[in-house]
């Protein structure tokens, strides 16, 4: 590698960051971490320290629409970038060590902190979750927490860091503290659901299972999203887009939403995010959080007594291109009449530490330039930056083997794990847990949006349902399907299904008996199916022959749901945001499903 390990007179090793043959004290793994903090921070010129202050993204292999790797780390001096997207195990764990390479060649040695956000599950979004990389996939969040159970959660969240650490992923963008008190919300899935003190119990075993007791080199940090809480969005509607850009709080009922930030703090998360949208009704201002300085300054950091670094929304100051393809505007909600330099000093001042998204750290030398900032604000941020990197171990050695991250990512164990957490959540809504009627040996099966393979081991598959002995359905939550690059990928509108699909559903089921899975991404209105299905099963991301063996009776369906199922939309649409277990007349409560 670039950077030579030697060794000091008194025989201690140490990587020559600097190149200069001497063990400087931040090169002296043997000192208290503050120590090597200031001596590096003291090293350091303006521009580097305003590096620091930049999230970027990186697409591996440089590829694309991106600045490459080697301009942003040598000549803006970034350090941190998230993974756009992630290609197999060894190609990654190869290309973090090449920009590792990079980072050690530059004057100060400053290793790099990879990122990124969820990729163990079953969402494809290229904004909020990805399903690339070969990783060993659970199911969403929301099924984690379907499972109502910390110790496999942690157990999982720890299987999954060292997938991530092996190919070189130090930082996770995840996972979120928002709770589901809006069923119309596109990013319930990510969430741990509506019961406050459930979201807690399982946010606090997911960061420990990520980060261990403390922040070390064993550890993936968490940057747990999104202060204060994004769930309560106006209409359900999200704050990517401008028409999602208020939160509503009718119910007067932030506090519910900041009691799972409390079990965060309590089990270290290193690092948080704030939310794009304007806490409207809150009685914070109406600036959107990663502009607020009453949310970062006041809330975040005074009441909460948080002292990690805050990394803002990605792109909250100038969207972000891709070309030939899409233009996504700012999330600069609230502060649009702002200029650039005035709203780049707002966030500052507001007490963010990192710019997400942001590759312009001039942007930040020109602040402190212009009289704006002072310099020993930036110190301040840039301090919280380096203290994660040493914790972490990246100053020791922040490279990996690409021939075990092959082996280990995905290996048997961790895809049985996996696939232990998706059988366990899944949850019987109605019918009986065994089959609808005793079954032949190799039953006549027909099935919709399941694998025929997955399917043909398990019957003999026909192509009609008059001539099954079962029929088995996948279904999606419903949701009203949108233009637009992203907005496609976020499901948000009605919960109901159209009447004519609910139609033919009921005949099928009138026609043979019917296990149908829902998966709910959100909490789908299921009043017409709920009496007619012979097992109506929800889900949360699960490989299909599990399901196939709750519908056959050879496993059982044993999570119980972290959310109400509302009776209609109506019950919804009149409902509050931020209140929760707030639909009339509920069909199924939250916590409804099978005792273990």
């Known amino acids: 590698?670039?950077?030579?390990?030697?060794?000091?007179?008194?025989?201690?090793?140490?990587?020559?960051?600097?190149?200069?043959?001497?063990?400087?004290?931040y090169e002296d793994p043997g000192l208290p971490v503050d120590d090597r903090v200031e001596d590096l921070l003291s090293r350091m010129t303006l521009e580097e320290k305003a590096g620091q202050m930049c999230h970027g993204r990186m697409v591996a292999g440089d590829g694309g629409f991106m600045p490459s790797g080697a301009e942003l780390i040598a000549e803006r001096h970034l350090t941190h970038f998230a993974m756009a997207q992630v290609p197999s195990p060894d190609t990654m764990a190869t290309w973090n060590n090449h920009v590792q390479d990079l980072a050690a060649a530059t004057r100060l040695g400053i290793p790099v902190t990879l990122s990124s956000d969820p990729r163990h599950g079953f969402t494809a979004n290229p904004m909020t979750a990805h399903t690339d990389g070969g990783f060993s996939p659970g199911p969403e969040p929301i099924g984690l927490a379907a499972t109502d159970d910390p110790a496999l959660v942690e157990e999982f969240a720890a299987a999954a860091a060292r997938e991530l650490r092996a190919v070189g992923i130090r930082l996770?963008?995840?996972?979120?503290a928002d709770l589901a008190t809006e069923p119309r919300w596109a990013r319930i899935s990510g969430t741990f659901g509506e019961d406050a003190d459930r979201a807690a119990r399982m946010l606090g075993a997911y960061i420990r299972g990520m980060q261990g007791e403390a922040l070390g080199p064993d550890s993936v940090a968490c940057m747990t999203k999104h202060f204060p809480g994004h769930g309560p969005q106006a209409g359900g509607e999200d704050a990517h887009f401008a028409y999602g850009r208020h939160q509503a709080f009718p119910g007067n009922n932030l506090e519910y939403h900041l009691r799972p930030w409390k079990a965060a703090f309590a089990a270290g998360t290193a690092q948080v995010m704030p939310c794009y949208s304007i806490p409207s009704g809150s009685g914070l201002p109406e600036v959107a959080a990663n502009f607020n300085r009453e949310v970062i300054t006041g809330l975040l950091r005074g009441r909460h007594g948080f002292d990690g670094v805050v990394c803002t929304d990605f792109n909250s100051l100038t969207g972000m291109e891709i070309p030939g393809v899409v233009r996504l505007p700012a999330r600069n909600w609230g502060v649009e009449h702002l200029t650039l330099a005035e709203q780049v000093v707002m966030q500052l001042d507001a007490g963010v530490d990192q710019l997400g998204g942001e590759t312009r750290p001039d942007w930040i030398v020109d602040a402190v330039r212009s009289g704006a900032v002072g310099e020993e604000r930036v110190d301040v941020s840039v301090r919280r930056i380096l203290r994660d990197k040493f914790r972490l171990g990246l100053f020791e050695d922040p490279y990996v083997d690409a021939e075990a991250a092959r082996s280990l990512v995905g290996a048997p164990e961790t895809r049985a794990l996996g696939r232990r957490v998706q059988l366990r959540s899944?949850?019987?809504?109605?019918?009986?847990?065994?089959?609808p009627r005793p079954l032949p040996e190799e039953p006549a099966l027909y099935v919709e949006n399941v694998s025929r393979d997955v399917?043909?081991?398990?019957?003999?598959l026909v192509d009609a349902p008059e001539q099954a002995d079962l029929a088995v359905l996948r279904l999606r939550a419903p949701y009203e399907q949108r233009e637009g690059f992203l907005e496609q990928h976020f499901h948000a509108g009605s919960l109901e299904f159209p009447p004519a699909e609910l139609e033919r559903l009921r005949a099928l089921c009138a026609t043979v008996p019917t296990v149908i899975d829902v998966h709910l991404d959100r909490p789908a209105v299921l009043t017409g199916l709920a009496t007619g299905a012979a097992l109506l099963i929800g889900s949360f991301g699960a490989d299909d022959d599990l399901l196939l063996d709750v519908a056959l009776g050879r496993s059982t369906a044993e999570g119980t749901?972290?959310?109400?199922?509302?009776?209609?939309?109506?019950?919804?649409?009149?409902?509050?945001?931020?209140?929760?277990?707030?639909?009339?007349?509920?069909?199924?409560?939250c916590g409804h499903g099978a005792a273990r």
């Open 561 to 589: 749901l972290p959310f109400d199922l509302p009776s209609s939309m109506r019950a919804v649409e009149e409902s509050r945001e931020d209140v929760p277990f707030d639909t009339r007349a509920p069909l199924f409560r």
């Open 1 to 25: 590698m670039t950077t030579r390990t030697l060794r000091h007179h008194d025989g201690t090793p140490f990587r020559d960051l600097n190149h200069n043959g001497t063990m400087e004290p």
């Open 455 to 460: 399917a043909a081991r398990h019957g003999r």
């Open 426 to 435: 899944l949850v019987r809504l109605t019918g009986r847990p065994e089959t």
């Open 172 to 176: 996770a963008i995840h996972p979120m």
